[in-house]
């Protein structure tokens, strides 16, 4: 049975290297190949390229390439209906005095692409038609041989585990989301419970820096690979569905991962204007310039770019008599990194750094590379957006989806480090639900800390004092 090789060996610098298996050239026709590259195809003709027969196995770059950008053109169980029906009249399963050689040769190779599918998008399967496919043709495949029963099951006890397993996951941020509140609420109910900061709960920002990788890796994690794609569906021209946009866009790990990022931006600002006292205050934004320096340097640029971007959010800002008091040199470094300038240049510039280091990397921390998420997702927005799915002759434009499948591919990599920091479970339960002001609420903090600069200041804090606490 072909082996699967790692994510990252599987596309080189030109995108698609076909000589990761010895495939056969094609003679079906409708695919169109310059250099031994497959630049584009007919989508029936793409589809026959994924099914294997007696001599021939997909790449795992074209399996999972198009197994990603196919979501575009069609449903997964549409498309895991026709992988079907395939090799049930190609390789003559249905027939169960078919030769018993040309079953054991094909066999294995079928249950290969299965289990790639299965492995890689996992999610696909929560809907009931692939499960009931998957399970139709994974009986077909048993019914040969013990060996292949066996093989069966465990693919089949796999994919369970991990839906039952993103289940789990989903039922735990939805608890966290149904008893979040906003942190003045809490302040006027019962002002003693709210006492706390974060420097009583971790005083150490290495500490924290580590806590943020953990939920970083965790939320990476349940991302699956087709959340990017799915997050840019539109319609195919040459589909008569109307219903098929929205009943595609599945994204809600990936929105929940950006979700995160929000509240943590909230949290950092919600910390800096908390205090009452100017000097506690300066301390709280050198501690997290402290913690953001060290997100850096393990390679969490997500968590890093959410700090940022709490400390830059205009209540923090405009707090210039704090300011005045913060040894600035390190935030100025920290915020030269990540100068949207030139589209991120000195940011991208440390993150082809950290994911060199990665490949090369011997421990579990070298091996961290988490991106600044929203410009992943712009990157891929653009790239999407910047070029045909079809070609003017009605094909696939297969040359953009090889460059779609290197950029997930890549975040798959990266997705799969494990956490090599302990865990601290007090300090994960405040970072994920302690609660945080709102934006008005962290205005108003931010006035009464340091009091309104101009008219149109002054009449945004009466309004705000009036419609939060109360007062007039």
């Given at each position: 049975?072909?082996?699967?090789?790692?994510?990252?060996?599987?596309?080189?610098?030109?995108?698609?290297?076909?000589?990761?298996?010895?495939?056969?050239?094609?003679?079906?026709?409708?695919?169109y190949?310059?250099?031994?590259?497959?630049?584009?195809?007919?989508?029936?003709a793409?589809?026959?390229?994924?099914?294997?027969?007696?001599?021939?196995?997909?790449?795992?770059?074209?399996?999972?390439?198009?197994?990603?950008?196919s979501?575009?053109?069609?449903?997964?169980y549409?498309?895991?209906?026709?992988?079907?029906?395939?090799?049930v009249?190609?390789?003559?399963?249905?027939?169960?005095?078919?030769?018993?050689?040309?079953?054991?040769?094909?066999?294995?190779?079928i249950?290969?692409?299965?289990?790639?599918?299965?492995?890689?998008?996992?999610y696909?399967?929560?809907d009931?038609?692939?499960?009931?496919?998957?399970?139709?043709?994974?009986?077909?495949?048993?019914?040969?041989?013990?060996?292949?029963?066996?093989n069966?099951?465990?693919?089949?006890?796999?994919l369970?585990?991990?839906?039952a397993?993103?289940?789990?996951?989903e039922e735990?941020?939805?608890?966290?989301?149904?008893?979040?509140?906003?942190?003045?609420?809490?302040?006027?109910?019962?002002?003693?419970?709210?006492?706390?900061?974060?420097?009583?709960i971790?005083?150490?920002?290495y500490?924290?820096?580590?806590?943020?990788?953990?939920?970083?890796?965790?939320?990476?994690?349940?991302?699956?690979?087709?959340?990017?794609?799915?997050?840019?569906?539109?319609?195919?021209?040459l589909?008569?569905d109307?219903s098929?946009?929205?009943?595609?866009?599945?994204?809600?790990n990936?929105?929940?991962?950006?979700?995160?990022?929000?509240?943590?931006?909230?949290?950092?600002?919600?910390?800096?204007?908390?205090?009452?006292?100017?000097?506690?205050?300066?301390?709280?934004?050198?501690?997290?310039?402290?913690?953001?320096?060290?997100?850096?340097?393990?390679?969490?640029?997500?968590?890093?770019m959410?700090?940022?971007s709490?400390?830059?959010?205009?209540p923090?800002s405009?707090?210039?008599?704090?300011w005045?008091?913060?040894?600035?040199?390190?935030?100025?470094?920290?915020?030269?990194?990540?100068?949207?300038?030139?589209?991120?240049?000195?940011?991208?510039?440390?993150?082809?750094?950290?994911?060199?280091r990665s490949?090369?990397?011997?421990?579990?921390?070298?091996?961290?590379?988490?991106?600044?998420f929203?410009?992943?997702?712009?990157?891929?927005?653009?790239?999407?957006?910047?070029?045909?799915?079809r070609?003017?002759?009605?094909?696939?434009?297969?040359?953009?989806?090889?460059?779609?499948?290197?950029?997930?591919?890549?975040f798959?990599?990266?997705?799969q480090?494990?956490c090599?920091?302990?865990?601290?479970?007090?300090?994960?339960?405040?970072l994920?639900?302690?609660?945080?002001?709102?934006?008005?609420?962290?205005?108003?903090?931010?006035?009464?800390?340091?009091?309104?600069?101009n008219?149109?200041?002054?009449?945004?804090?009466?309004?705000?004092?009036?419609?939060?606490?109360?007062?007039?």
């Amino acid at each position: 049975m072909p082996q699967t090789p790692p994510f990252s060996a599987m596309f080189d610098s030109s995108g698609y290297n076909r000589n990761l298996y010895q495939s056969a050239e094609d003679s079906c026709g409708g695919l169109y190949y310059h250099d031994n590259n497959l630049l584009s195809g007919s989508l029936e003709a793409l589809i026959q390229h994924l099914v294997p027969n007696v001599d021939y196995y997909p790449d795992r770059t074209y399996i999972f390439t198009f197994l990603l950008s196919s979501r575009l053109f069609m449903h997964p169980y549409e498309l895991m209906a026709k992988v079907c029906h395939l090799c049930v009249e190609h390789q003559q399963l249905s027939d169960p005095d078919s030769d018993k050689n040309q079953m054991r040769k094909i066999a294995p190779k079928i249950l290969q692409l299965l289990t790639e599918w299965t492995e890689t998008f996992p999610y696909d399967f929560r809907d009931e038609r692939m499960m009931r496919n998957l399970k139709d043709l994974a009986h077909r495949i048993a019914s040969g041989e013990e060996t292949y029963r066996k093989n069966v099951q465990q693919m089949m006890q796999c994919l369970i585990r991990k839906l039952a397993t993103l289940s789990q996951y989903e039922e735990v941020l939805a608890k966290i989301s149904s008893t979040s509140t906003d942190r003045l609420t809490v302040l006027k109910t019962k002002p003693q419970s709210i006492q706390r900061d974060i420097i009583t709960i971790c005083n150490d920002p290495y500490t924290l820096a580590q806590q943020l990788t953990h939920i970083e890796l965790e939320r990476l994690n349940y991302i699956g690979p087709e959340e990017f794609v799915q997050a840019f569906v539109q319609k195919d021209p040459l589909d008569n569905d109307k219903s098929c946009y929205t009943e595609r866009k599945k994204t809600r790990n990936l929105e929940a991962y950006v979700e995160w990022f929000n509240r943590l931006s909230y949290l950092v600002a919600t910390e800096i204007c908390m205090p009452v006292k100017k000097k506690h205050r300066a301390r709280m934004i050198e501690y997290f310039i402290d913690v953001a320096r060290e997100c850096f340097n393990i390679g969490n640029f997500n968590s890093l770019m959410a700090i940022i971007s709490g400390m830059n959010m205009s209540p923090v800002s405009r707090l210039k008599k704090t300011w005045a008091k913060v040894k600035t040199a390190k935030f100025d470094i920290l915020e030269h990194q990540m100068d949207p300038s030139s589209n991120f240049y000195n940011y991208r510039t440390a993150l082809r750094g950290a994911a060199q280091r990665s490949l090369t990397a011997h421990s579990s921390r070298e091996k961290i590379v988490i991106p600044f998420f929203s410009l992943l997702i712009k990157d891929i927005y653009f790239l999407n957006e910047g070029c045909a799915n079809r070609l003017p002759n009605g094909h696939v434009n297969f040359e953009k989806f090889w460059e779609l499948a290197k950029q997930v591919s890549e975040f798959m990599t990266w997705k799969q480090v494990e956490c090599p920091f302990e865990r601290d479970r007090k300090i994960l339960q405040y970072l994920l639900t302690v609660p945080v002001f709102s934006e008005d609420a962290l205005y108003l903090a931010s006035y009464e800390s340091e009091g309104p600069e101009n008219h149109i200041e002054k009449d945004r804090w009466k309004s705000l004092r009036s419609s939060l606490l109360g007062r007039v």
